[in-house]
């Protein structure tokens, strides 16, 4: 009855687009998962889901639905009495889902032991949630987050089943010792251990204070390098002599960007520019041998090709 999959003017905004994030990934089986969020008190969840009803203005949801959309497997709320959005998921290979997203609730059910317990201020924190395989019970979940804001965009997980997050930030997010890392700077990657109890590593890129990327892919490949995608980038992001683009091509600035970290993010493997305004949501992918499918706006004169 109400709106679901979100909206303009969410309450934890840092970009335009973030009111109409989520995702959709496809299991080996062909089963449909997928990570939104929603107003509405009646959205579709199954009996012994963890939690059945919506707690706050608007609730994170996970769902499956079976290879031909007719049968909802099990789909859950997730959140606090604030506003709160799931925008990732991953499923590990035991059928537990790994999701990712924001809350600005102070009591999101995060769950004893795990690395962040309780909302640590500013407009929103991230989320890292870990789900049995039934949906019913919630194995884990952490706050993480500083006073200032953040958002965790895309979630993967590693072959040895590690969660990673991407995301946004107004503060001064974690960075552990020897990873590469822009000091200051408002993107952040992070690897959490399987029960979100420790980081495995954490770092931050990018071009300072108050500048951050509006994420737009993430992937981690079978070898553990990390690579990212988004926009609205400054002129003095990290580049790598490869680059394909050193420099910012879009006349309206804030060009589409690349990065590529090597395993724990040790390393700057690749930086690039690349041409074109934005990428409106979900138009950026990896493929798992690293290519990069990209979608741009861009005013006349086309992109340019290498």
Same mark, same amino acid.
């Not at 996970?62 to 606090?80: N, P, Q, Y």
């Not at 965790?152 to 974690?174: A, K, Q, R």
């Not at 980038?233 to 879009?250: D, E, F, G, I, K």
């Given at each position: 009855?109400?709106?679901?999959?979100?909206?303009?003017?969410?309450?934890?905004?840092?970009?335009?687009?973030?009111?109409?994030?989520?995702?959709?990934?496809?299991?080996?089986?062909?089963?449909?998962?997928?990570?939104?969020?929603?107003?509405?008190?009646?959205?579709?969840?199954?009996?012994?889901?963890?939690?059945?009803?919506?707690?706050?203005?608007?609730?994170?949801?996970?769902?499956?639905?079976?290879?031909?959309?007719?049968?909802?497997?099990?789909?859950?709320?997730?959140?606090?009495?604030?506003?709160?959005?799931?925008?990732?998921?991953?499923?590990?290979?035991?059928?537990?889902?790994?999701?990712?997203?924001?809350?600005?609730?102070?009591?999101?059910?995060?769950?004893?032991?795990?690395?962040?317990? @309780?909302?640590?201020?500013? @407009?929103?924190?991230?989320?890292?949630?870990?789900?049995?395989?039934?949906?019913?019970?919630?194995?884990?979940?952490?706050?993480?987050?500083?006073?200032?804001?953040?958002?965790?965009?895309?979630?993967?997980?590693?072959?040895?089943?590690n969660p990673y997050v991407f995301g946004s930030t107004t503060g001064s997010?974690?960075?552990t010792p020897g990873v590469y890392s822009n000091a200051g700077a408002g993107?952040?990657?992070?690897?959490?251990?399987?029960?979100?109890?420790?980081?495995?590593?954490?770092?931050?890129?990018?071009?300072?204070?108050?500048?951050?990327?509006?994420?737009?892919?993430?992937?981690?490949?079978?070898?553990?390098?990390?690579?990212?995608?988004?926009?609205?980038?400054?002129? @003095?992001?990290?580049?790598?002599?490869?680059?394909?683009?050193?420099?910012?091509?879009?006349?309206?600035?804030?060009?589409?960007?690349?990065?590529?970290?090597?395993?724990?993010?040790?390393?700057?493997?690749?930086?690039?520019?690349?041409?074109?305004?934005?990428?409106?949501?979900?138009?950026?992918?990896?493929?798992?041998?690293?290519?990069?499918?990209?979608?741009?706006?861009?005013?006349?004169?086309?992109?340019?090709?290498?």
């Amino acid at each position: 009855i109400g709106n679901d999959g979100g909206g303009w003017g969410m309450p934890w905004s840092m970009n335009g687009h973030d009111g109409m994030r989520g995702e959709i990934i496809v299991d080996a089986g062909g089963n449909a998962w997928v990570a939104s969020f929603t107003e509405s008190t009646n959205f579709p969840v199954t009996p012994a889901a963890h939690d059945t009803t919506l707690g706050g203005t608007w609730d994170g949801v996970v769902f499956r639905l079976d290879a031909t959309c007719s049968t909802l497997g099990w789909s859950t709320f997730i959140g606090g009495s604030g506003a709160d959005g799931a925008y990732s998921l991953r499923v590990n290979a035991s059928g537990e889902v790994f999701c990712t997203g924001v809350t600005c609730s102070s009591d999101f059910p995060a769950t004893i032991g795990t690395y962040g317990v @309780t909302n640590s201020g500013g @407009t929103s924190d991230g989320f890292v949630a870990r789900f049995d395989n039934t949906g019913s019970t919630l194995v884990a979940a952490t706050y993480f987050g500083t006073v200032g804001s953040e958002i965790c965009y895309f979630i993967d997980l590693d072959t040895s089943g590690n969660p990673y997050v991407f995301g946004s930030t107004t503060g001064s997010m974690p960075v552990t010792p020897g990873v590469y890392s822009n000091a200051g700077a408002g993107n952040f990657i992070t690897k959490f251990d399987p029960a979100l109890v420790s980081l495995q590593f954490s770092t931050v890129f990018g071009a300072g204070p108050a500048s951050y990327l509006e994420p737009e892919a993430f992937m981690v490949d079978a070898f553990g390098n990390i690579y990212c995608s988004g926009f609205n980038s400054q002129a @003095t992001y990290p580049v790598s002599a490869n680059a394909l683009y050193p420099t910012q091509a879009s006349a309206w600035g804030g060009s589409c960007y690349f990065l590529v970290l090597s395993t724990n993010a040790t390393q700057l493997t690749f930086g690039s520019f690349y041409s074109g305004w934005h990428v409106d949501g979900g138009t950026s992918r990896f493929s798992p041998s690293g290519e990069l499918y990209q979608g741009i706006c861009i005013g006349s004169g086309g992109a340019p090709t290498p």
